[in-house]
């Protein structure tokens, strides 16, 4: 027999049984079909998110009577409504695979490390599909494969969820009172306590800046209070009427306010503290 109608006997035959693999092989993978959505709920009528992380507190977020979302654990807290809705963005996940909710242990959704109760429905996250880059879902006794970025919104942290700007957006400022110097806002101009030595020098943009530097404030970490109480007072006079109290815990290495009336310390960078706990000064 010739050497070059052996070879083609050969690769006839590993053909067949490829083709013939193929046609037994079991259907393990669902071919894509028309988007399934993984909820019926509009995300606009949650009104409680609970989290449990392997690692993690239990996260629960509650929307209160003015429709803000708020953290009850795993401290209270001020959520970042962005959060709240990249949270709530799982709704309206949709999958065009599906599997039928058996054999849980291939998308490691028999001990998933994250799940998701949305008022009534739950989630649990497994897996990602290395071919696709989609995530295993588990909803409604169906598991989809959806968007991995649902999954990167879950926390990582236990204040994850938790606002981290000192003040909130309808807490506007009015007034800063610090240890030996005090900005006001009178006739809608700010004027400084004692005044300073050369007016000249120091404009309203100067002061706008500086205000505008306490109103958006944001943290690096939002922890809950240690206790300690020690520290200079700066109190935050507000446009509802309000007067929010912070005590000074610490400037270096790091800044670390204490808010009294949330019971959560900010930490910030060092250099906040010499930018915010200073008197206005020209062109800083």
Known sequence: MKRSLLINIVLALIVAGLALWFALKPDDEPKGGPAQAVSQKPAADAKRIAIARKGLPEFVLEKDAGGRWVQTKPFPARVDASKAGRLLDLLGATARTTYPATDLARFDLDQPTVRVTIDDQAFAFGSV?????????LANDKVFLVSPVHGFSMPTQADSLASHMLLAEDEIPTSFTLPGFKLELKDGKWASTPPPADPAKISQDDYIRWAEG???AASVATQVASG??????????LQNGRTLELIVLSRAPEMRLLRTDEN????FPADTATRLLSPVTAGK
């Open 214 to 216: 306490w109103r958006m």
């Open 264 to 267: 959560l310390e900010y930490v």
């Open 228 to 237: 300690r109480q020690a520290g200079d007072t700066v109190r935050i006079a």
């Open 129 to 137: 599909n290395p071919v696709t880059d989609e995530q295993y879902l």
